[in-house]
């Protein structure tokens, strides 16, 4: 186990993506209930044991390379880009196979995409993709990363530095998850409903500059960004991960996180944070890890202070 941990490196570097495995390859009978996450990134996040339908995920998985050629290039087509088919799942109670993917490039768009199976696990031949809806917001989240890279990253690396503890998600998690960043996804968040309409139109109005010409510089998305959502508000979330599987989280530390955070000196105007710190260790048959503390603040709830909830083991304390 030391040998395989040393080949996987989390704080910042990326870690490699396993090779297209079976099902009836996997030992997740054996060994403990919890596994660091390094080990995790490795065996995978699409294993039969952990999906709503067991038996059709280890029949597709069986057909995941007919699958993915079927998918891939109607998402290619409806997006107008390359992208990497990360894993699949049997989402639903249908003959239906949902396809996570994740964009070559920036901006980033992490989503998943279904396509029709049949009674064998295998493509319906001429079966059409559906995808999520969610493409436009998707792609304004990424570009806001982008156009404020600068102060994110400079963020992301005093809280690294300040919490050494502490590393940032690995990539296939991140993948998987569909995330486009490992740490940061900043959302608009004008607050009560009827400001709601306002943000729409400002996500249009960037999804529009988007389509008209995709490649920018961040100055130039930054510029964009400071005229279209002049006056918006913003929440942010933020993901962190004990780097060491042998130590556990702490509420308090958490917390100082949160405060960090929400002090930190960023150019958005932000009425919304939310902070999620977890272990390094996760359940082996599941997705979720052992143990995490999910801390959020909303200006428009009052001058609360935080929301702390505890989770183990999927579970809320």
């Given at each position: 186990?030391?040998?395989?941990?040393?080949?996987?490196?989390?704080?910042g570097?990326?870690?490699?993506?396993p090779?297209?495995?079976?099902p009836?390859?996997?030992?997740?009978?054996?060994?403990?209930?919890?596994?660091?996450?390094?080990?995790?990134?490795?065996?995978?996040?699409?294993?039969?044991s952990?999906?709503?339908?067991?038996?059709?995920?280890?029949?597709?998985?069986?057909?995941?390379?007919?699958?993915?050629?079927?998918v891939?290039?109607?998402?290619?087509?409806?997006l107008g880009?390359?992208?990497d088919?990360?894993?699949l799942?049997a989402?639903?109670?249908?003959?239906t196979?949902?396809?996570?993917?994740?964009?070559?490039?920036?901006?980033?768009?992490?989503?998943?995409?279904?396509?029709?199976?049949?009674?064998?696990?295998?493509?319906?031949?001429?079966?059409?993709?559906?995808?999520?809806?969610?493409?436009e917001?998707?792609?304004?989240?990424?570009?806001?990363?982008?156009a404020?890279?600068t102060?994110?990253?400079?963020?992301?690396?005093?809280?690294?530095?300040?919490?050494?503890?502490?590393?940032?998600?690995?990539e296939?998690?991140?993948?998987?998850?569909?995330?486009?960043?490992?740490?940061?996804?900043v959302?608009?968040?004008?607050?009560?409903?009827?400001k709601?309409?306002?943000?729409a139109?400002?996500?249009?109005?960037?999804?529009?500059?988007?389509?008209?010409?995709?490649?920018r510089?961040?100055?130039?998305?930054?510029?964009?960004f400071?005229?279209?959502?002049?006056?918006?508000k913003f929440?942010v979330?933020?993901?962190?991960?004990?780097?060491?599987?042998?130590?556990d989280?702490?509420?308090?530390?958490?917390?100082?996180i949160?405060?960090?955070?929400?002090?930190?000196t960023?150019?958005?105007?932000?009425?919304?944070?939310?902070?999620?710190?977890h272990?390094?260790?996760?359940?082996?048959?599941?997705?979720?890890?052992?143990?995490?503390?999910?801390?959020?603040?909303?200006?428009?709830?009052?001058?609360?202070?935080?929301?702390?909830n505890?989770?183990?083991?999927?579970?809320?304390?």
């Amino acid at each position: 186990m030391a040998a395989l941990l040393a080949t996987i490196a989390l704080g910042g570097c990326a870690v490699p993506t396993p090779p297209n495995h079976r099902p009836d390859t996997l030992t997740t009978s054996t060994g403990p209930d919890l596994i660091p996450i390094a080990e995790k990134e490795l065996l995978g996040y699409d294993q039969p044991s952990e999906t709503n339908f067991p038996a059709r995920q280890k029949l597709a998985l069986r057909h995941q390379d007919e699958i993915f050629a079927a998918v891939k290039p109607q998402v290619e087509k409806a997006l107008g880009r390359e992208v990497d088919l990360i894993e699949l799942d049997a989402t639903y109670p249908t003959q239906t196979i949902t396809v996570t993917y994740r964009t070559v490039d920036e901006p980033i768009i992490a989503d998943a995409a279904d396509i029709a199976i049949d009674a064998d696990g295998a493509p319906v031949a001429g079966a059409r993709v559906y995808m999520d809806e969610q493409t436009e917001l998707r792609t304004v989240q990424s570009l806001l990363r982008i156009a404020y890279r600068t102060e994110l990253d400079q963020l992301r690396d005093t809280l690294l530095a300040t919490y050494p503890e502490f590393t940032v998600l690995p990539e296939r998690y991140v993948a998987a998850h569909q995330m486009a960043d490992p740490v940061f996804t900043v959302n608009f968040n004008s607050g009560p409903w009827e400001k709601a309409e306002a943000d729409a139109a400002a996500e249009d109005a960037l999804y529009a500059a988007y389509l008209e010409q995709p490649k920018r510089t961040d100055a130039e998305w930054r510029a964009i960004f400071d005229q279209a959502a002049g006056g918006r508000k913003f929440q942010v979330s933020v993901h962190l991960v004990l780097a060491d599987p042998d130590h556990d989280i702490e509420e308090s530390v958490s917390v100082r996180i949160a405060e960090d955070v929400k002090n930190a000196t960023l150019p958005l105007d932000f009425n919304g944070w939310a902070i999620f710190t977890h272990t390094n260790l996760v359940l082996r048959e599941k997705n979720g890890f052992h143990r995490q503390f999910d801390i959020s603040y909303h200006l428009d709830d009052g001058d609360v202070g935080w929301d702390v909830n505890e989770w183990r083991d999927g579970g809320t304390l």
